[in-house]
């Protein structure tokens, strides 16, 4: 019978252990030949010293420095935002530590995945045509559009809750008061959505619908254009319909320049449509659907052929971090990191403001000086500007992340780092561009869920892991994004929302190496469209560009 442990310390040097299960006051701790009793309760998740500390001790996690206590902390106290407050180590330019220990990947070296395979040697794990404004003007024709193709090609997801307010109308109907309708037990009875679609080999259409292209700043601009590029030329991408107004700052001569440095023998389907060129919207209607229907049937001729796993690029992510998102799910993505860097594969890890705090480790790991300076630039210029505006990356962690033990900036960081395990840092990259060299890549975007994500997939991720403590939804029009509950409670909690259970390591069921070739097993079978992702079901088609303003 496997004993779950009650607490753990993560590094050697760590002052504070973390609790495993709600832990009493009373209960007896015993660590390293010493014996304490906690003076009050301490929640799953959270942590407590291991001695007493003064005002002004440091605080360490991961082996690293994670915060300050602001007042005298007895032994076995429980850390909070009310007796420690953010703190990390300052880095500079160091020696190159690239000495890393490759694990062992002889169960998937000959292993494959069925994809799409590109004419510039990439491969996707779907086949989408895409349907895109280059500017907020043309959103309502992308919708018109959206409306007209969804059903009659057999993509338009099933109905969800129509059933339900079916039987709200007829309780209304028949006279049922607001609290008989508040108190009903509504059936949910929906009819089975069979999916006839007429391009078989076409994953989908998306529509991806944004608030940007002008009224901003040239910059933004600029970025947009160089973030639809990165989706145009994806791999999970067939062709594109373009419609742009005209007089915005995101310029079609923009968005085919920003085409041509990611791919300069782009050839699929793409087709620009400008409203202030064709003038009547209803002939710009005609001729963009005509197109699009003769783009999906060339679409529908690629077929899924072998492809090795050389050819995944995967995008890690986190959001909705607990307390254990540091020592389940992350760490079992950094062990998959580097099986899949192992293999020749490309690793995404971005959310720079998750990284505070370990930069110095990262930048030590950076391939070579160039590329370590350039990581640790875009870290100071992005916390200076966050400065300026009145916050920092100290203001990173959520209400949710601290409620749960995430308590500073620097303990989510340490965390959240775990993900792209120990192999050296091949790129650093700047939002907008493309991060798929073979190896770990740096990937400068927000911590927002949704904006990194999104930056991710623009930058190459044929698939996205993603890691959640407290349950989050998001999902991506054109990857698929696989989401891993770092306890068991969430998954059991949330199965509709989540595919992959990473608390059997907090469990003791499941070492960190077992999880993570679970988890690659299931990225293989989505890669090749066998299995199908919990955000791909719900139709989670989350889309947001990154202003280029302060978002963490």
Known sequence: MTTIRKYLQIHPSDNVLVALQDLPAGEVIQFNGDRFILPAAVAAKHKFSIEALAPEHEIHMYGVLVGRTNKSIHQGEAITTENIYHAANDFKLGKRKLDWHKPDVSNFSDRTFMGYHRSNGTVGTGNYWLVIP???????????????????????KAKSYESEV??????????????????????????????????????????LNHEMGCGGTRMDSDALCGLLAGYITHPNVAGATILSLGCQHAQASILRDEIAKRDPNFDKPLY?????????????????????FAGLIQANQQERKPAGLDKLCIGLECGGSDGFSGISANPALGYLSDMLVTLGGSVILSEFPELCGVEQELSDRCKDEETALRFMQLMKTYNARAEQDGSGFYANPSPGNIRDGLITDAIKSAGAAKKGGTSPVQAVVDYPGSANTPGLNLLCTPGNDVESTTAEVGAGANVVLFT???GTPTGNPIAPVVKLSTNTKTYEKMPDIIDINCGTIIEGRETIGQAAERILDFVIEVASGRQIPKAVKLGQDDFIPWRRGVSL
């Open 134 to 156: 280059l500017v907020f003007c043309e959103n309502r024709n992308v919708l018109v559009m959206k409306e007209a193709f969804e059903e009659k090609l057999g993509f338009k």
């Open 166 to 207: 079916e039987q709200l109308v007829s309780l209304y109907k028949t006279g049922a008061s607001i609290e008989q309708l508040l108190s009903a037990d509504l059936l949910g009875a929906k009819a089975a959505h069979q999916e006839h679609r007429l391009f078989p080999n076409v994953d989908g259409i998306k529509f």
């Open 272 to 292: 620009i449509f400008e409203q202030q060129k064709i003038g009547s919207e209803s002939v710009l209607l005609q001729e963009a659907l005509k197109h699009t």
């Open 468 to 470: 959640t403590g407290l």
